[in-house]
């Protein structure tokens, strides 16, 4: 199981990066922490004829305030740094729990949010995360730079709205208003597995305790990141009794989703666990926003 | 593995028809198509670059149309190779009349894969799967609705 | 497409240069371009963790990295960690608890804990269990090797 | 008072040397001028071969050599059978076919080698393999033990009438007439699944054929050196001398590693020879769950007649046996499987049909617990369903049946996979038992525990299950052991070592004889220049059957030392003792001499020794038992299930183990530790899984599903319960795979215990969280049905 061969570029600024894959298009891929690019190229799965090494960048690993409460965090930023920063923890915890439930912990050391993002895996948990959150992503090119919502990055499975020649350069994700809660819930069959279903949710309740806004959004259960929208509209100015997390786990697990069937779960038992984890989740956000 | 979906084109059923019998109109609506060519009346060979994120596969291959009931049915056989596996699979395509300019098409079939992407790819199947067909079939339809507009 | 990379690493506190082909995995290089051949290779896709060497003193995947990406940077392996005659108190500990059998594993579990332990000396077993959850064993059922583990927080903590 | 050594817990000599990165593995063995080794595998899993282009293969730089089945003559042909079926069954039906080095026509399972590419590196040798192009006729596949019996199943072998790879049958007293007796008869249909063994270290071999000394030099991952040396000679026309065969340290066995021979196995020292060059072939992860033998699907239709009371009058079970697409390996595992349907308990009448089956899957042999997990998977399934039908109590039908302390030597009459009568030589199954349950708590937890962490929603189950494991079987084995003029002693011996602590076991053994320290023996496995004959790591047998070869050898040159010493110390042998690498009299410590001045003596350079003594303080001694060792145990488990995700937490875990004579405990219990974690994943993890094409949906460890820590219970709690085998003089037992047998039936019964109320039947393994849940629904829906 050894790598095919390939072309390989070393920049050591983003300019230079945009250069080689302007230049190259679509034979080129970028390599952030390689632990997803990296099994597939050796089980030749996947066979770039051009590399472009984005290790020795070393401007893109930052975790900055937004001024809003919010942070920008560098496309090449580890996940064991997100994972153990203090702004993160305080200001988006969400991410700061999701961190753990990313594979293992010798690629939490390598693996970058940015490079998680453009892999766009629908099991991948920032990915999720990301939408959830309503995050933003900055996107540079040779020409031009636009800034693009989470919402809409994921077009696909492991496709993302970014054309050959961009490169994903900065995150920025907004933190939740007062009055919210969250809470991120998977089930996996081994510790360290890709989930077969994952949820996270974010609730913000308003000043009479009614859930004012919410946003559940699932992995592993379709060809991207699926947001919940018919659960969610159940929920937006109605008291979050049992029966209206019931029913709304009811209607995110029946109707907003489109699970498959693989080797590790059918379709039924996938939204068997959707409904459950809509509920947990729904439990924990809603209770964790009475306390804030 | 089972594939089965449903995706509505804003044409009557016969323009869908059409397209669905028309070699180069598939070649630009299956993703990576590199070439496609009609080696008997419903036998096509052709070339495909599947490209889905980082994973890459080229599969040379035939494309068989039969049971055909214009502008109703047929059912569609794949028969592909490539270094990274192969690819078998027929499935039945069904087309329904929703009015002059809506049909809906209905889909399902059984896809086997063998070799390489089937022995470690299995988690991204179903997904890949999904996506490229959506591609596929948003593709059509926007080619579609060029040709009407053409025709108006 | 032989386009070959000078690499200049260092590794156990000695700075190699060496002409590698950019797509030479780290763990191959370790192995049989420095004879470094502690460090193991056991699935080649980042999951059993035998791989595991300390890149800039994080534990990492050997074999989800390109040579060409350690460029400059220092690493190392468990030839680095101590030596027959002078065992690390880590390693002491495996042997004292029995934490390994067919040794397969081992270097990779020592390197994660190595790290691990510095930076968390008197874990928890939950801690612990985290730390070790990506490097299988197929031998010990792990409970010898979180035996170890404490064993060697203990030791370091008097 | 002299010194002990065997049962202590010492630290292993191998340890500093696996620690430190300095343990050879095939692998790391480097030879200037090294060629290394790529496969073609068949992607389909059968089909015919029209055509291989190797033109643009061959055109790529680097490549040296590409080898398909036509460029290899004759040698392209499949090896000798291994292992043949039992001549002492009567009426045993076997078709032997063999895997070829490469396949000439037809491939039989996905992942059989086409052709080899050797090249400067592997990086190239895989470029080049996927330059290959093979032009295949797909032929139709079978992977179903029921549908490759049908009329109209493909067939894996064409000149074959049928799939129909063996049939046997064996019996013990009447069952007819047990089942005429019976007040219950329980009927029930089990399907277990296959699982991989895949150990950390995937499989190597370096072939080195040395043109001028005619001498070929191999590196393998085989657990059978000796046999391997054997045989490549007489493939290749070379005489023994000419070949050497190393097993240095390895990562793992577990059974697969001993298939003799594997295509790899063959081509390497064939395509060595042919270029005069050294090669490697390391067999990647991916190809490992293709290319090595993987175990354990069968089907079993099981019947068994019962009193009232819950005493067993018969049991008769007529099984399927997946072997894949060839049986090198012969009837060992169906006949393990036979020999433990009757687990730990009296069963007068008995009676099996055994049918093993080909497949267009991977070759199936040995994998830890070879056969015996389904046996006691079968029979304590059974008696569990009879004790709901019976309304028994689980522990009591157990007590009922078990075999009594005094009824051993037990003879059970049918013939094992020793070829001889499954005799169970020692053991105490009642009180292993009543220890285990001691060690669980299982009285207080069922009435205090249980009741009151369900009274706050928790689903918890408890169980308890026994088990036999047949160990230490034949041939033999051998050792031989010297002391050296440093006082150190050296131990060589054919047997090969994959991390079981013999570099340790074996020494403690000759420490016991000689008085060394344990450090000071040094042993060497695995090399077939240090020790000629053997056959291999197999069934549990090290201890037992290398062990008493070495006691034996060790026990010889002590008997050398004291005839010596008595002489230079004028002192009688009674009177003197071994001790700290002395031999001193027993009342004068000061008056003794070192061994290795006496080895020194044995071994002078003037004068003459006297007629008939043999130079130097050695010995070789063999040890063939005439039957095996049955060693035996127990395992509870209490468990925590999530009624909603179907997760499963194990939070308690007892074993107690009889393997006779502990040598050392810690290694001992290091096994028991390992076979759990792998016996874990027999039950809710691992499953290979074929689609009906027969390929292998999962061959990754990101999909095929080992236990990491986090599934591992918190604690193994581990009792040793010593019944010493009469049938060898360190009275040992096996223990390598014990541990691995009786999980997936305890498992099942937890889990049962934890839905009690919800009439789940568990006739199956492995589970998923998926299945159980399946599993739930089926009950619920029967259930509705019936009211």
Known sequence: MKPPPFEYYAPTTVEETLTHLANHGYDAKPLAGGQSLIPMMNFRLAQPSVLVDLNNITDLSYIRPDGNGGVFIGAMTRHKKVGSDPLIAKQIPLVHEAIPNIGTPQVRTRGTFGGSLSHADPSAELVTVSVTLNGRFRVRSQKNERWIPAGEFFIGSFTSALEPEELLVEINLPCLPERSGWSLMEVARRHNDFALVGVAATVTLDKKGNCESASIVFLSVGDRPMQAHQAVGLLKGQKPTAELILAAAEKASSVDIDPGSDIHATAEFRRHLANVLTRRALDEAFNRAREN | MKLKGEYTFDASREEVWKIFRDPDVLMMALPGTKSLKQIGENDYEGELQVHIGPIAGSFGGKLTVSNEVPPESLTLTVEGNGKIGFVKGAGDVILINQGDTRTTIQYSGEIQIGGRVASVGQRLFDSVSKSMIDQGLNKLNGILQDRTAVHK | MNNSFNLSITVNGIQYEREVEPRLLLSDFLRHDLGLTGTHVGCEHGVCGACTILFDDEPARSCLMFAVTAHGHHVTTVEGLGSIDHLSPLQESFREAHGLQCGFCTPGFLTTLTAFLKENPDPSEDEIREAISGNLCRCTGYQHIMDAVKLAAEKSGN | ?787
């Open chain 4, 1 to 787: 008072m002299t010194k002990h050594f065997i049962g202590e817990r010492i630290k292993r000599n191998e340890d500093p040397r696996l620690l430190t990165g300095q343990a050879l593995f095939v692998d790391d063995v480097e030879i200037p001028g090294m060629l290394h080794a790529a496969f073609k595998r068949s992607d389909y899993a059968h089909a015919r071969i029209l055509s291989i282009d190797v033109s643009t293969a061959r055109e790529r730089p680097g490549v040296v050599a590409i080898f398909t089945a036509q460029d290899m003559g004759e040698d392209w042909m499949p090896g000798p059978p291994l292992v043949s079926p039992p001549p002492t069954v009567k009426d045993v039906t076997f078709h032997s076919r063999r895997q070829a080095p490469l396949v000439k026509d037809i491939v039989r399972h996905a992942g059989e080698t086409v052709a080899v590419v050797i090249a400067e590196n592997r990086y190239i040798a895989e470029d080049a393999v996927e330059d290959i192009l093979v032009e295949y006729e797909p032929l139709p596949v079978v992977t179903d033990l029921e549908q490759a019996l049908a009329p109209d199943s493909p067939k894996v072998h064409d000149d074959l009438d049928s799939n129909l790879a063996a049939h046997m049958y064996q019996q013990k007293g009447d069952y007819e007439s047990a089942k005429a007796r019976a007040d219950t008869i329980i009927k029930r249909r089990f399907y277990i699944d296959r699982g991989a063994a895949v150990a950390m270290e995937n499989r190597g071999i370096i072939a080195n054929w040395d043109e001028k000394s005619k001498q070929l030099t191999m590196w393998d991952t085989t657990q059978a050196p000796i046999p391997i040396r054997n045989g490549t000679a007489a493939r290749l026309g070379l005489s023994d001398s000419q070949v050497r065969v190393i097993a240095p340290f390895v990562g793992g066995g577990f059974g697969p590693k001993i298939m003799m021979f594997y295509p790899e196995e063959m081509l390497l020292p064939w395509a060595s020879k042919k270029l005069c060059r050294p090669i490697k072939w390391i067999e990647d992860r991916r190809e490992n769950f293709y290319a090595t033998t993987s175990e354990r699907q069968q089907l079993h239709d099981v019947e068994m007649a019962l009193t009232r009371d819950g005493h067993i009058l018969g049991l008769k079970d007529d099984f399927l046996h997946d072997t894949g697409a060839f049986d090198p390996y012969g009837l060992t595992i169906p006949l393990n499987t036979q020999s433990h349907l009757m687990g730990s308990y009296v069963i007068e009448n008995f009676s099996s049909n055994c049918t093993a089956v080909f497949t267009n899957k991977p070759i199936v042999t040995p994998v830890r617990g070879a056969g015996r997990q389904q046996g006691i998977f079968i029979i304590e399934r059974m008696l569990d369903i009879a004790c709901k039908e019976l309304g028994i109590d689980p522990l009591e039908i157990r007590r009922k049946n078990f075999i009594p302390p005094d009824a051993f030597p037990y003879h059970n009459v049918i013939i094992d996979q020793a070829f001889s009568e499954l005799i169970f030589d020692s053991g105490n199954y009642k009180a292993v038992f009543k220890k285990t349950l001691q060690m669980i708590d299982y009285e207080r937890f069922v009435k205090e525990e249980q009741p009151r962490l369900r009274s706050k929603g928790k689903l918890v189950g408890i169980a308890i299950v026994p088990f036999i494991e047949t160990t230490g079987v034949g041939p033999y084995e051998g050792a031989r052991v010297q002391i050296e003029t440093s006082g150190k002693v050296n131990v060589s011996t054919g047997y090969g070592t994959q991390g079981q602590g013999h570099f340790t076991s074996f020494a403690q053994i000759v420490s016991e004889q000689l008085g060394v320290a344990v450090k000071d023996v040094h042993i060497i496995t695995g090399d077939t220049a240090e020790f000629h004959w053997g056959t291999g790591s197999f069934a549990s047998r090290g201890a037992v059957v290398v062990g008493n070869a070495v006691h034996a050898a060790a026990s010889s040159v002590r008997k050398k030392v004291l005839k010596q010493a008595s002489k230079v110390l004028a002192t009688p042998e009674d009177e003197l003792e071994l001790e700290d690498g002395l031999v001193r009299v027993a009342d004068i410590p000061a008056k003794s001499i070192s061994l290795g001045e006496l080895a020194a003596l044995a071994n002078p350079l003037r004068g003459a020794v006297e007629p008939g003594t043999e130079p130097g303080l050695e010995a070789t001694d063999y040890f063939g038992p005439q039957s095996g060792t049955t060693a035996s145990g127990c395992h509870a488990m209490i468990l925590e299930v999530d009624p909603e995700t179907m997760m499963v937490d194990i939070k308690r875990y007892a074993v107690v183990e009889d393997c006779g004579k502990v040598l050392n405990p810690l290694i001992v219990e290091g096994q028991v530790h390992g076979g759990v974690s792998m016996g874990l994943g027999n039950a809710f993890y691992e499953k290979l899984q074929f689609d009906e094409n027969g390929q292998i949906l999962n061959a990754s460890l990101a999909d095929y599903l080992i236990v990491t820590s986090f599934e591992m219970p918190p604690h193994i709690e581990t009792g040793h319960f010593e019944t010493l085998s009469p049938l060898n003089k360190l009275g040992t037992k096996g223990v390598g795979e014990a541990g691995a047998i009786p999980v997936p039936a305890l498992f099942a019964q937890a889990l049962e215990n934890a839905f009690q109320g919800r009439d789940l039947e568990i006739l199956e393994t492995p589970l998923s969280p998926n299945r159980l849940f399946e599993l739930l629904q089926e009950s619920r829906t029967t259930k509705e049905k019936s009211q």
